[in-house]
Each structure stands twice: as C-alpha cells, then as structure tokens.
C-alpha cells in the first residue's frame, strides 16, 4: 500500500462491501491518517472497533506484518499509533509486540459480522509460523484470544520463493477450521505485478485489491486506455487466476494524502465503480486506503458504499479538511457525472534549491530494478522520488516516472 519506507506510518485498511450486514468476497474497501496529518489528532486512528459502529465497512485487512522473520523466529507486526515495538511491550526474546490489548476490538466487530485480517508487507520471504494470528494454538498470540480470519498479501519488495508453498500449507489448514479464511492479494495495478504476480498466477485468491494508485494505470488515468488497465486484471481473473471466482477491487486512496496520486473525488469516482460493476463480472468492489482518511475526508467510505449500492454521483466534492472533526455527507441527485481524462504526463524539470538535501542510506537508482511510488534513490549526485511504479525509467527522463528532490550533499 505504501513505500517500505514508510511501513511504521500505515493503520488500519477497512474494505468497503456491496453487502450491508455479512462478509462477501465480492466487494470491499480499505486506510491511515495521523502519519500525514501528525497535529491533527482529532482525526488520528482509533481502535478497530471505532470504525465497526455502521454498516460501511466490511472487512478490516490490519497492516502490517512487516517483518516474516524478526528476533526469535518469529514474526514482527507494526500498527502505528495503536500497537508498536516501541511504544508496546514484547513476547520475551522476541521482536512481536504483546497487542492483546485489541482483542476484544477485533471480537467486537466480528460479532457485528465484519472480518479481520492480517495484511502482510515489507517483507521478503515467506513465513509458516503464522499459527499466533488466524487460530491455531500459541504462547505468542499477539492479538490475545481473538482469531483473525485470513491473511492480505501485500508485497512490495524481494522474492516470491517459497510463497505458493507457504500458501497452499496454510490453505489446508484454514480448510479445517471451524469457520471461513480467507486469503488475498494487493497488488500494484501494472500487470504483472512484479512482486507478486508469479504467485497470483499459481495460488487460488479469493480477491485481489489492485492498488491504483501511484501508478501510470491509476484512477486519474481512467479515460486512457493505454493507461487503466481493469481489463487486463479482468482477463487474468477469468482465464489465468486458479480461482475462475476470484474477485477485483478497485484500490484507491480515501484522500489526497492517503497517496502521492490516484485520488479522485467522490463526483468522478462514483461513475468509474458504476461502469467497472456493469461491465467486468470479476468486479467485487472497492479498497480504500485507509480507514482513518476516509473518515477525515467527510466519510469518503460512505460516498463510495453509496455508489456501489447504485445511488447517483453526488453534486458537490467532499474535500479533505485537518481543521474540523465535523463529518459531512453531501446530497445525491439524479444527474449523473461525465468521466474527464487526467492523463497528461510531464517530465520533472529539476530547479535550483537554496540547499542542499542529506542523502545518507539512501541506494543509487539501479537499471532492472522495479521502484513503487515512494521510493526514494540518488541519481547522478540528485535525490529523487518515485511518484509510482517504475522499472528502467531514468530519473529526469522523458517518461516523467520520478520527482526531483534536491542537490545530494
């Protein structure tokens, strides 16, 4: 969902369903807000079962597991504000914070028919030791008695080795338990997907979150059909997917701060999921980076649950606000709202600091190396950003992938 460099920033991802009141797999929506407002605590995360109090949200994926293998062989997870290694204490002689705390949250919104998962990112290898999240028996439960129910691979970085086997292992033993698991996937909206896409095309998901966002084939690019690709994501569903019923979700940012680009309004994104829901059958619904900025973006989820339920563009924008704990709803009508092509690119066109930028640990940009929006790398003695997925696009370059931040010292 994010850069690796800024895993510890993200909270909570709520899926957003086309059903009201139980769990379907084919709709959702998924968010964090304190990590890009930090003065605003009104609006910061709250516990999980804050966001379990109407029929909104659905599915709450908990990110992240961060780290596969950590201090004592055992996993590492960091939620933010709300569970950390820092600000939380640990399972002895490891590197797994004690959040049992949450517990009777997540129980909480289980019982009001919403589902819980574990979304995993910023590893690099997979990890069979995950017996302490969705059931299974443990004296490292970090969630205490509550049992999650699955797992969202969210990767970003390294290899897939060893991914199909952890999955298929896992699988059967979700398949004995006494309840429904599930297992998905966020992948980056470009197809393949390079850190993921061989394992999407040899495990059975039962949805995938495609991230788009901070990419050249995200929302804003929707009227360019050299650039939004759902059509591709639909091919691979019904013809390559091991799952003939694996379902995508339109993955977008719940704010302009939720991303460095892909969001759109609530006027634009309601048409783009009505015309996606008519036309591709693998349609499942809409992910939603994150909870916390959809609701201090005048409940962004509620536009977005309207559009899925049918209801008509509204007339006016919700618009992001850092001042107010005010929630606001705008009015639908009846008319309904042309879709407007964003997709001019540009290169960035580097200017002259009045400093100099520290540049330390920061690694050189590499040819065959596929860089995610955020990233960050030095490039002939300059530091730039990625602004979304890019693969052998030089810094400076004609295809505009990378945002120049400044003389290295």
Not at 204 to 225: E, I, R, W
Request: with cysteine; aromatic share 12%.
């Amino acid at each position: 969902m994010s850069s690796k460099s800024s895993l510890t920033c993200v909270l909570f991802l709520c899926l957003i369903t086309r059903t009201i009141a139980v769990f379907d797999m084919s709709s959702n929506q998924n968010n964090s807000y304190g990590a890009v407002n930090p003065s605003d605590t009104a609006h910061w995360q709250q516990t999980i079962s804050y966001y379990c109090n109407d029929n909104v949200i659905n599915t709450f994926p908990v990110a992240f597991l961060d780290e596969f293998y950590s201090t004592g062989n055992l996993p590492s997870i960091n939620l933010a504000n709300t569970c950390n290694t820092s600000d939380d204490p640990v399972f002895p002689g490891t590197n797994l914070p004690n959040c049992s705390f949450l517990a009777s949250s997540i129980e909480t919104c289980q019982a009001a028919g919403k589902i819980v998962t574990m979304s995993l990112g910023g590893a690099t290898g997979s990890n069979d030791n995950l017996g302490s999240f969705p059931g299974g028996s443990s004296s490292t439960r970090p969630f205490g008695s509550a049992v999650l129910d699955g797992i969202d691979m969210d990767i970003e970085g390294g290899s897939q080795t060893g991914f199909v086997s952890f999955l298929t292992a896992l699988r059967t033993l979700m398949n004995g338990g006494s309840k429904p698991y599930y297992i998905t996937a966020a992948p980056q909206c470009p197809y393949p997907d390079a850190y993921i896409g061989a394992t999407l095309n040899a495990f059975g998901f039962d949805a995938v979150y495609v991230q788009f966002y901070n990419n050249y084939c995200g929302l804003t690019n929707y009227n360019n059909p050299n650039a939004w690709d759902f059509s591709t994501w639909d091919n691979w569903a019904k013809t390559v997917s091991p799952n003939p019923n694996v379902k995508v979700y339109i993955g977008a940012p719940a704010s302009t701060s939720a991303a460095g680009s892909g969001y759109v309004s609530p006027s634009t994104f309601t048409p783009i999921i009505q015309q996606t829901m008519a036309q591709y059958s693998s349609f499942g619904g809409v992910m939603l980076w994150d909870a916390s900025q959809a609701y201090a973006n005048s409940r962004y989820d509620i536009s977005v649950k309207n559009a899925l339920l049918g209801a008509p563009p509204p007339t006016t924008t919700s618009t992001p606000t850092t001042t107010t704990t005010t929630t606001t709803t705008t009015a639908p009508t009846t008319t309904t709202t042309s879709k407007t092509s964003t997709s001019t690119t540009s290169s960035p066109s580097p200017t002259t600091t009045s400093g100099t930028i520290s540049c330390a640990g920061v690694a050189a940009w590499q040819t065959g190396v596929a860089y995610v929006g955020g990233n960050e790398v030095t490039y002939s003695g300059d530091l730039w950003t990625a602004k979304w997925w890019s693969e052998n696009d030089v810094p400076g370059g004609s295809a505009g992938d990378w945002t120049y931040d400044g003389v290295c010292t």
